[in-house]
Every structure is written in structure tokens, then in C-alpha cells.
């Protein structure tokens, strides 16, 4: 397998941040309250992780081992910071939605991890690689996360879109159950955890799954009996 | 043995302090190109919030320009001086935006933006900043309720104060199940801050203190010029 496979399949699956590694749990149990808090808050993690791991790497040979982690913060807030006050300039629409949550990147570990763990031991394209693909994967599961609770908290979904594109983008909230009273639990911090206990037994079921049909094919192809297959 | 960990530890402290201070020029270099582009923006959401509670036609000088500074006062519930916004027609005060902070909410303060008309009736109030549970007090957005217009036209006269309450304290004001203490906040927060304006009409509508107010000459002919420029565009 290639090496950029390899990190795109860890940074989605095999290692996913937020049910595998179990890293940035804070923004993943705080903002997923609906599907487009979570894909916001993900998607400036996505960039967040891609610029860090991009910066870290070129000069990772000459921070020394005792200070790197000084270094790495350094370098991380002041990316976060820049972002923000780009955000709050630029894009003044979406800082009001997402203002809040951009300096909560700065405590996110699994920025720093991928930057401790990839990083500073490989080269700048795979590790913006890695810090796009762990990103995604912590989006996907953000996004999935908040879709459950905003389903079964609010009966809707995407609300708030049009916070993010303008009114106009509100004709894209998805009312799946009409008049639904809401359903507290799946709204409060409970639910984020329930959630996504949930999430982490459906990864791990399919993993086992996957992996019980991988070591039937293999036991079916080595018994040499070609006749009994189909 | 020990110089070469005196020279380890300066080269360290050294490429310590490199980074910080090329972090730190990028970060002031930011600064400094998203200041105006920032306090831009920041005034236009303002000016955009305040034709929110207050309508366009019923003033017409420059809001942003005739401020008045308010020092701490209970009523409002602030700890630092705030702004309060003069709008008037001519020469006639019509109204005044007031900021005020309620500090009983479920999770930290709420800021409120009111507009009050010069009668003492509410023309509109907005939330700034909340930190209300998300899904579950947030109702007091604009954007995501219309609960907070319920105060429009409201004032001191029209409703008793002992019906400055929510519906379960046996109040006038609705609320919504699940969250009583956010709501009971603001409506608290809104009666105090109409009775800051009665108490403080005279300073507020006929700029009685000019300590901290442009002289008056001077606001006439900003309204002038405004009005001038209007006519130009």
C-alpha cells in the first residue's frame, strides 16, 4: 500500500480521531449539537491541522527534542489566532456562528498529537496529508454525531445553514419529524456521550466484522477446495 | 561537561525565543491588516442590529457618532462603563439604545441590546452574547425564536411590575418549556433597564450632563451634514 493511502485510510478509519483515538473529545462533545455545528467546527480543525502539521515539518529538524512541545503550541495558537482574526475580517457571517468555537482548536490534543506523532518525524506533503485526513475523519465523525443528536434531539436537520450561507439557505432545513416536542437528553452532554459511545460500537462492530469475513475468505481460499466455492 | 550544558541551554533558550518572536511578528502583522476590516465590520453588524429594534425612519442622525458613556450602574447590571446611543430627529431625542447585562441566566451573563423610544416604550430588543445551553435556551435568539420581540411596545406603564415575570411566576411574559431561568433573566434584566431610563430620562433625553457628551453645537451640525449628505446621495 502507498504511503498516501495509507495515511488517507488511518486519518478516515483505522485511527480515526474521534472513535478511535479518542482525541478532542472537548469541541467533539461540546458543539455537536446539530450537523452543521459539527462540520463547521470540523472543517476549520481540517485547515487548523493541515497548516500546523505543514509548518511544523519544514523546521522540524531544528527544534530541539526538550522544547518541541513548547514550539508546537507556539506555532499552533499563533495559527489559530491568524485564522480567527482572517475569519473575523473576511468572513464576518460566519465568525458570528463560529467565533466561538474557533479558539476551543487551540485545546484540541489531537492537533498537537498528529503534529508530535507525524509531523515532526516525516516530510511536509505526507504530513499535510495527515493532518487533512485526520481532520476529515474528526469531521465526519463531528458531522455524523451532531446529525444524531440534532435528529433525535430537534427532529431536524442542517438548522442553522442558513447561519453559515445566508437565509437563503434556509430552505435546505430538513424538518424529518413534524411537530416533534424535542428530546432533551440527545441535546445536553448526555447525549454526546451516549452518542458517541454509540458511534464507537458501530466502528468497532464493523471492524470485527470485516475482520471475521477477511479470515473466512482466507481460510476458504487455503483449504484448497476451489469446487465448493461459487 | 557543565559549559557544554550552559551551550546547550542558550541554544535552546534561543531557538525558543526565535520562534516566539517570528510567531509573535506574524501575529502583529495580522493584527494589523484585520483591525479596520474588523472594527468595519463590527460597526456595520451593529448599525445592522440596531435597525433591527429601532426603524430607519424614525431618526436620522448618525447613530455610531452620538454616543454617550454610562457609568456602572446596577439597573444595567454592567461593571464597566457601556455606550448608550442617542437617536434623534432634528433636534429631538426619539429614542435611546441602551446595553444591559443580565447575570441570573442559566450559564453566565447575557447581554442585551434595548431600544427604548423616548415615551419610555420598548422599540425592540436583541441578544448580544449569550452562553445559554445550546438547543435549549438559545431561544432567545433572533434568529433561531421570535420570543424576544414579545417585549416590543412594552413599557413600565403599560405593564405592573409585579407582571414583569414569565408566565409560571404568574408573570405576562411567555417562555418555553425546558428553560425557565434564561427567559426570567431577561425579562428582569429589561424591566431594570427601563427603569434605569425613567430614572435617568433627563440625562438621556435632553443630554442634561455634558460631561461626557459632545457639546450640543456640534451634534447639530453632524446632523446637518448627515442629513446634507443623505440628500447628495
Same mark, same amino acid.
Given at each position: 500500500?502507498?504511503?498516501?493511502?495509507?495515511?488517507?485510510?488511518?486519518?478516515?478509519?483505522?485511527?480515526?480521531?474521534?472513535?478511535?483515538?479518542?482525541?478532542?473529545?472537548?469541541?467533539?462533545?461540546?458543539?455537536?449539537?446539530?450537523?452543521?455545528?459539527?462540520?463547521?467546527?470540523?472543517?476549520?480543525?481540517?485547515?487548523?491541522?493541515?497548516?500546523?502539521?505543514?509548518?511544523?515539518?519544514?523546521?522540524?529538524?531544528?527544534?530541539?527534542?526538550?522544547?518541541?512541545?513548547?514550539?508546537?503550541?507556539?506555532?499552533?495558537?499563533?495559527?489559530?489566532?491568524?485564522?480567527?482574526?482572517?475569519?473575523?475580517?473576511?468572513?464576518?457571517?460566519?465568525?458570528?456562528?463560529?467565533?466561538?468555537?474557533?479558539?476551543?482548536?487551540?485545546?484540541?490534543?489531537?492537533?498537537?498529537?498528529?503534529?508530535?506523532?507525524?509531523?515532526?518525524?516525516?516530510?511536509?506533503?505526507?504530513?499535510?496529508?495527515?493532518?487533512?485526513?485526520?481532520?476529515?475523519?474528526?469531521?465526519?465523525?463531528?458531522?455524523?454525531?451532531?446529525?444524531?443528536?440534532?435528529?433525535?434531539?430537534?427532529?431536524?436537520?442542517?438548522?442553522?445553514?442558513?447561519?453559515?450561507?445566508?437565509?437563503?439557505?434556509?430552505?435546505?432545513?430538513?424538518?424529518?419529524?413534524?411537530?416533534?416536542?424535542?428530546?432533551?437528553?440527545?441535546?445536553?452532554?448526555?447525549?454526546?456521550?451516549?452518542?458517541?459511545?454509540?458511534?464507537?460500537?458501530?466502528?468497532?462492530?464493523?471492524?470485527?466484522?470485516?475482520?471475521?469475513?477477511?479470515?473466512?475468505?482466507?481460510?476458504?481460499?487455503?483449504?484448497?477446495?476451489?469446487?465448493?466455492?461459487? | 561537561?557543565?559549559?557544554?550544558?550552559?551551550?546547550?541551554?542558550?541554544?535552546?533558550?534561543?531557538? #525558543?525565543? *526565535?520562534? &516566539?518572536?517570528? @510567531?509573535? $511578528?506574524?501575529?502583529?502583522?495580522?493584527?494589523?491588516?484585520? %483591525? =479596520?476590516?474588523?472594527?468595519?465590520?463590527?460597526?456595520?453588524?451593529?448599525?445592522?442590529?440596531?435597525?433591527?429594534?429601532?426603524?430607519?425612519?424614525?431618526?436620522?442622525?448618525?447613530?455610531?457618532?452620538?454616543?454617550?458613556?454610562?457609568?456602572?450602574?446596577?439597573?444595567?447590571?454592567?461593571?464597566?462603563?457601556?455606550?448608550?446611543?442617542?437617536?434623534?430627529?432634528?433636534?429631538?431625542?426619539?429614542?435611546?439604545? #441602551?446595553? *444591559?447585562? &443580565?447575570?441570573? @441566566?442559566? $450559564?453566565?451573563?447575557?447581554?442585551?441590546?434595548?431600544?427604548? %423610544? =423616548?415615551?419610555?416604550?420598548?422599540?425592540?430588543?436583541?441578544?448580544?452574547?449569550?452562553?445559554?445551553?445550546?438547543?435549549?435556551?438559545?431561544?432567545?435568539?433572533?434568529?433561531?425564536?421570535?420570543?424576544?420581540?414579545?417585549?416590543?411596545?412594552?413599557?413600565?406603564?403599560?405593564?405592573?411590575?409585579?407582571?414583569?415575570?414569565?408566565?409560571?411566576?404568574?408573570?405576562?411574559?411567555?417562555?418555553?418549556?425546558?428553560?425557565?431561568?434564561?427567559?426570567?433573566?431577561?425579562?428582569? $434584566?429589561?424591566?431594570?433597564?427601563?427603569?434605569?431610563?425613567?430614572?435617568?430620562?433627563?440625562?438621556?433625553?435632553?443630554?442634561?450632563?455634558?460631561?461626557?457628551?459632545?457639546?450640543?453645537?456640534?451634534?447639530?451640525?453632524?446632523?446637518?451634514?448627515?442629513?446634507?449628505?443623505?440628500?447628495?446621495?
Amino acid at each position: 500500500m502507498s504511503l498516501y493511502k495509507e495515511i488517507t485510510l488511518n486519518g478516515i478509519w483505522k485511527q480515526n480521531p474521534g472513535v478511535v483515538q479518542l482525541l478532542g473529545l472537548c469541541p467533539t462533545l461540546a458543539v455537536t449539537t446539530s450537523v452543521v455545528n459539527g462540520i463547521s467546527l470540523g472543517l476549520a480543525t481540517v485547515f487548523v491541522m493541515a497548516a500546523a502539521n505543514g509548518t511544523i515539518s519544514p523546521v522540524r529538524k531544528y527544534v530541539p527534542n526538550e522544547i518541541r512541545v513548547p514550539v508546537f503550541i507556539l506555532v499552533i495558537a499563533a495559527l489559530v489566532t491568524v485564522i480567527d482574526l482572517s475569519i473575523n475580517a473576511f468572513a464576518h457571517q460566519l465568525h458570528k456562528v463560529l467565533g466561538i468555537f474557533i479558539p476551543l482548536i487551540v485545546v484540541n490534543c489531537i492537533v498537537l498529537a498528529r503534529v508530535e506523532s507525524f509531523a515532526a518525524k516525516n516530510s511536509p506533503i505526507p504530513s499535510i496529508l495527515d493532518g487533512l485526513m485526520m481532520g476529515l475523519g474528526l469531521t465526519l465523525v463531528l458531522g455524523l454525531l451532531g446529525g444524531m443528536r440534532e435528529l433525535v434531539g430537534k427532529g431536524t436537520l442542517f438548522s442553522g445553514l442558513d447561519l453559515v450561507f445566508g437565509p437563503a439557505a434556509k430552505q435546505f432545513v430538513l424538518t424529518v419529524v413534524p411537530d416533534y416536542h424535542g428530546f432533551l437528553l440527545a441535546v445536553l452532554p448526555p447525549g454526546a456521550f451516549l452518542g458517541l459511545g454509540m458511534l464507537i460500537a458501530a466502528r468497532n462492530w464493523m471492524e470485527i466484522r470485516n475482520k471475521a469475513n477477511a479470515a473466512d475468505d482466507h481460510a476458504a481460499s487455503s483449504a484448497l477446495q476451489p469446487a465448493l466455492r461459487p | 561537561m557543565s559549559e557544554n550544558i550552559i551551550k546547550h541551554a542558550i541554544k535552546t533558550a534561543g531557538t #525558543l525565543t *526565535a520562534f &516566539a518572536l517570528v @510567531g509573535t $511578528a506574524i501575529l502583529a502583522y495580522i493584527f494589523i491588516i484585520t %483591525r =479596520a476590516p474588523i472594527e468595519a465590520s463590527e460597526a456595520e453588524a451593529r448599525l445592522a442590529l440596531f435597525a433591527q429594534i429601532l426603524p430607519h425612519d424614525t431618526y436620522n442622525n448618525d447613530l455610531l457618532k452620538s454616543e454617550l458613556t454610562i457609568p456602572p450602574n446596577a439597573l444595567l447590571g454592567n461593571h464597566v462603563p457601556s455606550k448608550a446611543n442617542i437617536a434623534k430627529l432634528g433636534d429631538k431625542t426619539v429614542g435611546v439604545i #441602551l446595553e *444591559a447585562i &443580565a447575570h441570573d @441566566g442559566y $450559564a453566565g451573563d447575557i447581554k442585551l441590546l434595548l431600544a427604548i %423610544r =423616548a415615551d419610555g416604550s420598548i422599540s425592540g430588543v436583541r441578544v448580544l452574547t449569550h452562553k445559554e445551553t445550546p438547543g435549549l435556551g438559545d431561544y432567545i435568539e433572533i434568529e433561531r425564536n421570535a420570543w424576544i420581540t414579545q417585549f416590543s411596545n412594552e413599557s413600565l406603564t403599560k405593564t405592573a411590575a409585579k407582571d414583569w415575570a414569565v408566565t409560571k411566576d404568574s408573570g405576562k411574559f411567555e417562555y418555553m418549556a425546558g428553560a425557565t431561568i434564561t427567559p426570567r433573566a431577561i425579562v428582569k $434584566a429589561v424591566a431594570k433597564a427601563l427603569q434605569f431610563f425613567n430614572e435617568n430620562k433627563p440625562l438621556l433625553l435632553e443630554n442634561k450632563r455634558t460631561d461626557n457628551m459632545q457639546p450640543s453645537k456640534d451634534e447639530k451640525r453632524e446632523d446637518k451634514a448627515q442629513s446634507q449628505s443623505k440628500v447628495a446621495k
